[in-house]
């Protein structure tokens, strides 16, 4: 097969959900490494830490208390990135200058939460069953629906139960917001090398007045791609050619594709996309969110097992705006990113740097062979056997 040879030779490959191209050069995993080695981080945790932040019944750092909670929790982020009030800015008058035309601003409001995964201070995802998932799943769920417009197309297919009361301003996580926010954007950063500052399984939920630079850049490509090809949707065609050709399919099941895409950047990127056209986490059925627990659950332990570590990663999950024209409502397909740093080893770790940010990303192990090598993960988690 001509595919084949791209093994042995740099080339790049287009992502058509971006429209960016990424360099490929697999002969580089040969050259020596004496560079920066991230510690191990087989360290032992409690179940419960008394000085956690997250743990049950513990003081956050702002004086409030954790509810002795079994499941998930959900707060405000007491160190938000964005704020629902803030001071009012005006941009200044267009009036044809260079400062006009080249110092832009603008305002942009929104709510952040933190969202804990599990009771539990010494487990991720990668510990956690399938069933315990769900749960998370669910709770992704109502805090989008909640934040959804009203008009949008989406509340119609959101569970009546899931849906704020109309007019509720009493702040509490599932009121509406003072105002439409635009996006949600729904993320895990796992470990220290991506920035984790708590061990304590959790996520982040940020939501915005702005729609942010790649959920729109990928909304406008999937725009196009649905325009240019009567209709069909551009991660339903990429997932059912993905699960036929199986080279670069990491798991999948009835509801969901994962793999390393075509275009990944990162040595062992993961994508999971919808085999069917789902708009959003409201579009879900019970039985879809419970093949999405199995697939991060799958995920992510093979990720623990490749190089027997907690296999640090940052999660995102891509869906319709919470406000947006049909059109961009119609043509978003659910998805999440998975992005790892490590390539090597438990301790060597891709660097976006130089020609990567100066030029085009660059990866050094092709999508084919990071696919076969988590293939071969599955089964038992590596630290049950310890």
């Known amino acids: 097969m001509p595919e084949a040879l791209l093994d042995d030779i740099s080339h790049r490959r287009y992502n058509p959900l971006r429209g960016s191209w990424v360099l490929v050069s697999p002969h580089r995993t040969k050259r020596p490494w004496q560079g920066q080695q991230e510690a191990s981080n087989r360290i032992e945790l409690p179940s419960h830490d008394p000085s956690c932040y997250l743990c049950p019944g513990n003081k956050r750092a702002q004086g409030d208390v954790n509810p002795d909670y079994e499941s998930t929790f959900v707060f405000v982020n007491d160190y938000a990135a964005v704020r629902e009030q803030q001071a009012e800015y005006e941009p200044p008058a267009q009036d044809g200058s260079l400062a006009t035309r080249l110092l832009k601003a603008e305002s942009t409001t929104g709510k952040c939460y933190v969202i804990t995964f599990s009771p539990e201070h010494n487990v991720t995802l990668a510990d956690m069953p ?19 417009d009203p008009h949008s197309p989406l ?12 007019g509720s301003t009493n702040g509490s996580l599932d009121s509406k917001p003072k105002q439409q926010h635009r996006y949600m954007q729904i993320f895990e950063n796992k470990g220290q090398a991506m920035g984790c500052s708590n061990p304590h399984p959790h996520g982040q939920i940020w939501t915005t007045t702005s729609l942010p630079e790649e959920p729109e850049i990928e ?15 551009l991660l339903e065609d990429y997932a059912k050619l993905e699960s036929e050709k199986g080279e670069r399919t990491v798991f999948e099941n009835s509801s969901f594709w994962a793999g390393c895409p075509w275009w990944g950047t990162w040595p062992f990127e993961i994508m999971v996309v919808a085999k069917e056209h789902k708009r959003a986490l409201v579009d879900l059925d019970e039985r879809n969110k419970e093949d999405l627990a199995e697939v991060i659950a799958e995920i992510t332990k093979r990720y623990d097992n490749l190089f027997e570590t907690s296999f640090p990663y940052s999660m995102g999950i891509h869906q319709a705006p919470l406000s947006g024209t049909t059109e961009e409502i119609d043509a978003s397909h659910f998805h999440m990113h998975f992005y790892p740093p490590l390539l090597r080893s438990a301790t060597v770790r891709k660097f976006l740097v130089g020609y990567e940010m100066m030029a085009e990303p660059q990866r050094d192990i092709t999508p084919e062979q990071a696919a ?14 310890l």
């Open 219 to 233: 909304l406008h490509n999937l725009k196009q791609y649905r325009r240019e090809q009567g209709g069909s949707h």
């Open 155 to 166: 509340a119609k297919a959101a569970k009546p139960t899931t849906m704020p009361p109309s």
């Open 372 to 385: 076969k090598r988590l293939r071969d993960c599955g089964g038992e988690l590596y630290r049950r056997k």
């Open 130 to 148: 399938a069933s315990t998932i769900v749960p998370v799943i669910n709770k992704w769920t109502s805090i989008y629906t909640s934040h959804l």
